[in-house]
Structure formats: structure tokens, C-alpha cells
């Protein structure tokens, strides 16, 4: 009980994650630079380590790199293999193919340029920077808090979110869960081969606890009363605005300062997205 206690007064505001993410999307939308969404992707990868926690929806942060990793992967493949004629200096010729009139612009293959790979790096980078931005809110953040902080009206939409947003970590769990099982049976838990044996498990196990979800709310009288109870309210204290300050004052500066030096730039936006870590 004390050891919880503790934890609720160090951990942040439910609502803090997620207006701290917001802050980060505004300043990686509005500084459009590769070098701010390689900034912000390094950031948030080193303030969850240093979050570090045993909560089930922290340990979906691992499966959140290896989607960011893969879609960074599909989106240079698409970009190299797939795109529209760009100028630049080639770089190296890849076969192409013949598409049909229908799509008109569009290149299978052929020639790629600087000017197409930097751009699907540019749109690469972007992308992995937004999946870490979210993963990072998701993965410190603790979905039942925040349901206990939203408005009476809006509590079937919140149950709803941190629903959806907890099966993420969930199927994290429930993988990790049958891949110690295999290896304990002296069975591969890795490779192509074993995604049918892995992912049916989850499935069932998935599909198991929605419907003990369901049961455990109608058991609860969800839906059947009006107004539902509401916990204790968590209180907006000095450190979380402290902490919100700094991704705010950088995006003040990317307004006040365009013509800052790119790598001025990365480091500001550096320290504002750690700097929750460094606050407890």
C-alpha cells in the first residue's frame, strides 16, 4: 500500500503524457526538418528508458520500435521501388516495369535519384518520429488513471479510448507471455515459421479476455446507470507544468527564431522532450 502510494505521488498527471505528446507533434509538424524528427525520436526513446517501470503497457514500448523499424523499412522500400520521376543525381538503377495508362507518373523501378531516396527518408523519418511520439505517452502513461480523471459525460467515451488503448500493450504482454512459454517446451519462438504458432495463442487469448471484459462491465452495470461513480481526481501540480513548459518554450523558439542553426535546433528540442525524465 505505501509502495503505491509512493508511486502515485511520483508518477505524472494522467492527462500529462499525452498534452506533452501533442506539444511534440506541434513542433515536429511545424519545423517540418528531418533532423527535429530524428531529435524528438532519440528523445523519446531515452526518456522511457529512463522512466524505466514494470507496468505491462511500458513493456509495449519494445514492439512500438520494432513497428517504428519495419515502417521505416517499408517506406524506403516503397520509396526506392515505387515512386514518380524526381531530378538528382542517380544513384543507382533498380529494373523497371511497364504500368498500365492508368497510372500515369508513377515508376516501378528505373532510375533512383538523391532527390527520391532523401525524400523518402525525409517522409521515413517523419513517420517513426509520430509511431515513438505516441508510443512513449502510451507506454508512461497509465490508462486506468486516466479514465479516473475525466468528466462524468465523457466517461463512456474515455473507457472506450483506454480500452482501445490498452490492447496494445496486452498483446504485447500475451506475446511475450507464449514465446517464454515455447522456449520452455524447447520450441523456436523466433522466425517466419513461428508467427502462426505464436499469433493463435494470442488470438485465443485475446478473444478470451473481451469477453470476460464484456461480462466483468455488465456485471458492473455498465451502461445501465446514468451517472457512473467517480474516483478521486488526480491534481495538476507545479512539476507537471514545469515539465509541459519545456516542449512549449521550444516551439516558442522554432516561431521567434526560424533561422536558428539546424543543430541548435535539435538540441533544444532534445532537452524538451527529455526533460520529464529528469523531473520526479
Known sequence: MIKTLRASRESFHPLFWWLWALSLLVILL??????????????????????????????????????????????????????????????????????????????????????????????????????????????????????????????????????????????????????????LRGESSTGIVSLRKVGTPVLEESLERSIDLAASLESRGYGYFPNPSRYRPHNWRPRETVALAAPIYALIFLFLVPAASSALLAGLVVIAVITPGFIS
Request: charged letters at 15%.
Open 30 to 183: 511545424v519545423s517540418d526538418s528531418t533532423l527535429i524528427s530524428i531529435s524528438i525520436s532519440i528523445g523519446a526513446v531515452a526518456l522511457v528508458l529512463m522512466k524505466r517501470s514494470n507496468t505491462y503497457w511500458y513493456q509495449s514500448f519494445r514492439w512500438s520500435l520494432r513497428l517504428a523499424t519495419l515502417a521505416f523499412a517499408l517506406r524506403m522500400a516503397i520509396g526506392v521501388i515505387i515512386g514518380v520521376p524526381m531530378p538528382g543525381q542517380v544513384l543507382f538503377t533498380i529494373p523497371s516495369i511497364k504500368l498500365p495508362d492508368l497510372f500515369v507518373g508513377i515508376r516501378l523501378g528505373g532510375d533512383v535519384t538523391s532527390q527520391r531516396l532523401s525524400t523518402a527518408f525525409d517522409e521515413a523519418t517523419l513517420l517513426v518520429a509520430l509511431i515513438l511520439i505516441f508510443a512513449a505517452a502510451s507506454a508512461l502513461s497509465n490508462p486506468h488513471e486516466l479514465l479516473r480523471v475525466l468528466p462524468r459525460k465523457y466517461y463512456g467515451i474515455g473507457l472506450a479510448t483506454v480500452i482501445a488503448s490498452s490492447v496494445a500493450p496486452q498483446s504485447a504482454r500475451s506475446i511475450e507471455r507464449v514465446r517464454a512459454a515455447r522456449r
